[in-house]
């Protein structure tokens, strides 16, 4: 799509609705929102930027490999920490606690800010992963 | 707050109706993201803003999208 107006708005609109995304995902212990949320806001983003400039400029930053890798590496983090926190309080274990922290901070909640930052990679991705699928019926 | 609730409701079952008796497939598509942004507002209105969220991004983003997407494929939309 050679639009111009498209793609100046887009350049202004894009970065915002990203910020946007990191801060619901960042947020989500402490008000509504959560990894699915801005997950979806995040791919959202990711679809209208492919939208707007087309697929040829998204592969340079967003290909197949990079896709798969940090999918894979953010479902093995969340397996992982989700898996040691079921160990340590189901087993009764008194094994090493992530600290708590001060209630209202960013870095409080324990392991719910890692687990939401797993979840907001894996669900980004896969809309976008839907979307270039339904496209051009490869990724 | 009541009476809006009432009115965005009246709102939702008539977009529902529209959808399943709209001839022209892609108006139905875009008569479905309407009810999908009503439906935001009504979570909203349900103390539900997590929700709401989800589904406006969700509901009246990407499930358009692909279902825009399908009909390109299928060309179901008439010239």
Sequence with gaps: ???IILKEIGKIVIPYIQIFGIYVIFNGHLSPGGGFSGGTVIGASLVLYKLIYGPEMIKKIINYKIVMHSMSIALLAYGILKGYSFITGGAD?????????????ILSGGLLLPLNIAVGIIVGFTIFAFYSLFDEGEL | MEIFSIIMLLFLVGCSIAVSITKNLLASIIIFMSYSLIMAILW????APD???TEAAVG???TTLLFVLTLKRVRGVKK
Excluded at chain 1, 98 to 103: D, Q, Y
Aim: charged share 10%; hydrophobic share 50%; net charge negative.
């Design chain 2, 44 to 47: 909203e209105i349900l103390n």
């Design chain 1, 93 to 105: 274990l008194h094994l090493f606690q992530i600290p708590l922290g001060t209630p209202g901070n």
């Design chain 1, 1 to 3: 799509m050679n639009d």
């Design chain 2, 51 to 53: 929700l709401a969220i």
């Design chain 2, 60 to 62: 009246a983003g990407i």
